[in-house]
């Protein structure tokens, strides 16, 4: 149980496309879900919290507008990266904590998006 | 300001020995501490949780401690196994409200045969 999918697992883009990642829960529902980025060798950076059917929080040096966040439904959320740079290239998590189960109860993450932009 | 330390990048370790690795925070009072591996292109699973009120907890061949006085967090594989390579991340919340989790860099395990 508690499977996160995350889709695309890997994707090669141009400058100045846009990429959306999305991120399900598949076997029960999650109000909020997290975004995180990682740099080789490096720690989960928290980019955003998103929250089912509210503006998502971003943490602090995180651009909104370029990193578009929709939580549309309780099992799946999405990211987008707006007019990627390479810089944007890295390896984007998502995670959801099980509704109902309490705000110290362990994250559930997809596998993973590695994003490469050329 | 407030840091989370794994203080080894990586370790390695004979098959069968016992692995330790160690999490120390700063500048946090965590109600609760999380451990998680994560295998090389694939996103964490999460393994132990413990409490600032439990000074150790076990799962199988898995054994933590939590000393909050020491703000430090120890994450024991026992009986090592080349199964058991993977990179191990300690995390936790800045505070007891729905505040998303903290990682560190995590450990590096290598357990050779």
């Known amino acids: 149980g508690a499977v996160v999918s995350q889709h695309p697992s890997r994707v090669i883009c141009k400058s100045g496309t846009s990429v959306k990642i999305e991120c399900r829960s598949l076997?029960?529902?999650?109000?909020?879900m997290f975004w995180y980025r990682q740099f080789p060798k490096q720690s989960l950076m928290l980019m955003a919290t998103?929250?089912?059917?509210?503006?998502?929080?971003?943490e602090q040096g995180v651009e909104k507008d370029k990193f578009l966040i929709n939580h549309a439904s309780l099992t799946l959320s999405t990211l987008t990266v707006t007019s990627a740079h390479p810089e944007d290239s890295s390896f984007y998590i998502c995670?959801?904590?099980?509704?109902?189960?309490?705000?110290?109860?362990?994250?559930?993450f997809g596998n993973g998006t590695r994003l490469t932009v050329t | 300001s407030q840091k989370i330390e794994q203080n080894s990048e990586a370790l390695n370790i004979q098959e069968g020995k016992t692995a330790t690795l160690t999490c120390n925070y700063t500048?946090?009072?965590?109600?609760?501490l999380q451990w998680y591996r994560q295998d090389p292109g694939r996103g964490p699973v999460f393994l132990l949780l413990?409490?600032?009120?439990?000074k150790e907890k076990r799962k199988e061949r898995l054994k933590v401690t939590f000393d909050t006085t020491l703000k430090q967090s120890l994450f024991h594989v026992t009986a090592s196994q080349p199964a058991d390579s993977a990179t191990y991340l300690c995390?936790?919340?800045?505070?007891?409200?729905?505040?998303?989790?903290?990682f560190g860099k995590g450990t590096r395990l290598s357990v050779i045969a």
């Open positions: 995390a936790l919340a800045a505070d007891s409200g729905n505040t998303p989790l903290v």
């Open positions: 413990i409490r600032e009120n439990e």
């Open positions: 500048n946090y009072s965590p109600a609760y």
């Open positions: 076997d029960f529902q999650a109000t909020t």
């Open positions: 998103s929250n089912e059917g509210s503006k998502a929080t971003y």
């Open positions: 995670s959801a904590r099980i509704d109902g189960q309490g705000q110290n109860s362990p994250l559930h």
